[in-house]
C-alpha cells in the first residue's frame, strides 16, 4: 500500500472533504435563500453528512499508515546491524544502504557496522 503523501493524494482529499464540508453546503445555502427552495437545504446537509463519512475515513486511513510507519519503524530498529540479500545475489547494508557487499562481509566497508546475521 502506498502512503497517501508520497502519492501526492493528501491534499486532493482534502480538497474534496472541504468541498463537502464547507463550499457546496454555504453555495446551497446562499442559493436557497435567494430563490427560496427548501430542497436546497436538504441537500446541503446530505452534502455535509458525505463530508463527514469522507472525513472519518481519511482519518482512519492516516490513522491505519501511521500504524504502519510505527511497525516498519519497530521493525527496522530491531534489524539494523543486518545485511540484506538483495534480488540480483548482492547484499545491502541496513544502517547506510551500501549495496557493494557480499555473504562473506562481517561488516560494511562504508559506516564499519558488524553484521549480526550470516546470510
Do not use: W
Not at 463519512?53 to 511497525?71: G, P, T, W
Not at 534489524?79 to 547494508?93: D, I, P, W
Amino acid at each position: 500500500m502506498k502512503k497517501i503523501n508520497s502519492n501526492r493524494y493528501g491534499g486532493k482529499v482534502c480538497g474534496v472533504i472541504a468541498a463537502f464540508l464547507l463550499l457546496l453546503p454555504l453555495s446551497l445555502h446562499l442559493v436557497a435563500g435567494l430563490v427560496a427552495l427548501p430542497v436546497l437545504d436538504c441537500i446541503a446537509a446530505v452534502s455535509i453528512g458525505i463530508g463527514l463519512v469522507f472525513l472519518l475515513l481519511f482519518i482512519v486511513y492516516l490513522m491505519v499508515e501511521l500504524h504502519q510507519d510505527k511497525r516498519l519503524d519497530r521493525y527496522y530498529q530491531q534489524h539494523r546491524s543486518c545485511k540484506v540479500l538483495l534480488g540480483n545475489g548482492g547484499y545491502e547494508c541496513q544502517t547506510c544502504g551500501n549495496k557493494n557487499l557480499s555473504k562473506r562481509d562481517g561488516y560494511c566497508s562504508l559506516c564499519g557496522t558488524r553484521f549480526q546475521n550470516d546470510q
